[in-house]
């Protein structure tokens, strides 16, 4: 049996004896299957029960929920660790009443951000912000779906300081750095369900090692955020098994921006010698290479020749 199966079948077995008739019910289909619950409204519930819903209300707070809404945190909370990718797309079963898929998605990141601006903390952001700006080193770690959210949070934090270093496959070379790390080295990790192993491991390799870790996840729950020194708790509904980031990514952006309030003139050398180390490398597009390109067309050998050509080879 899970420990999250445990848990919520502890909650009801202790309160039981004193429900009524209607609200064992309700206790009887979560003990049945107490997955289906998490898809389902309180309407939809009080329907499969055959009660109505001020019942699912009440059975909520003779479980020592404030009401519906509080008791789904809960249960996100504990599933979070156990729902599959076919769970999640069970889910969308569950939501035809969006409109099309795109307009389901939408929806979707528009109530992330919602939930982003009204329940994400400002004192723990500039917390954060404050730790990662005069960290000595930063390590910026995400694994499977979360290496993305790494790599992007990683690649906008090298822009405006130095010693910044993104892992996303758990390399030995991490381990070694972490075993000698400088005081005032920090570990950010990010992970979002299902919780990859790896993320935990390097968490707690990295405490033993005397580094202060920042956990960015989803629930305070959540294991990364339980090891964590600091946290940073940013909520995820999903419609499917496709991870939601889009709000994570807002985020992570917000987070860069409140960085270079702990040291601008830093940030801004760092910014200037980003821009002009791309320059040097004639990195990205700009006119000045588009006129070049062009006056080979008019007036030299063909844009081909800017490319290595293949060797001629006999057969």
Known sequence: MSSAKQDLLEKIVKVYPNLSPKKRRVADLIMKDYKKIFFMTAKEVAQSCGVSEPTIVRFAADLGFSGYADFLDYMKGLLHTELTSVDRLERT???????????????????????????VSEANVKQAATTLGEARAVYVVGYRA????????????????????????????????????????????????????????????????????????DT???PIITLADQHLVVDIEGVSFVDPF???????????HEITFVDSEKAMRGLSNF????????????????????????????????????ANVEE
């Not at 889009?246 to 860069?256: D, N, Q, Y």
């Not at 990205?284 to 007036?299: A, C, P």
Request: hydrophobic share 40%; proline share 4%.
């Open 246 to 256: 889009a709000h994570i990514i807002t985020f992570l952006g917000a987070l860069v």
């Open 146 to 217: 979360s290496a993305t959210l790494a790599q992007h949070f990683g690649y906008l934090l090298k822009k405006i300081r130095e010693d910044v270093f993104i892992d996303i496959t758990l390399s030995w070379e991490l381990i070694d750095a972490l075993n000698t790390a400088n005081p005032g080295t920090v570990l950010f990790a990010i992970a979002f369900p299902r919780y990859p192993r790896k993320t935990i491991d390097i968490i707690e390799y990295a405490k033993k090692c005397d580094v202060t870790v920042i956990g960015l996840s």
């Open 220 to 222: 305070p729950l959540s």
């Open 275 to 310: 821009d002009h180390g791309v320059k040097v490398a004639n990195e990205f597009y700009t006119e000045e290479y588009s006129d070049e390109r062009l006056k080979y067309r008019l007036d030299g050998p063909t844009v081909t020749s800017l490319w290595p050509q293949k």
């Open 93 to 119: 079963q569950h939501r035809f009443d969006e409109g099309s898929t795109l307009e389901m998605y939408c929806h979707n990141a528009i109530r992330n951000l919602e939930n982003l601006m009204s329940r």
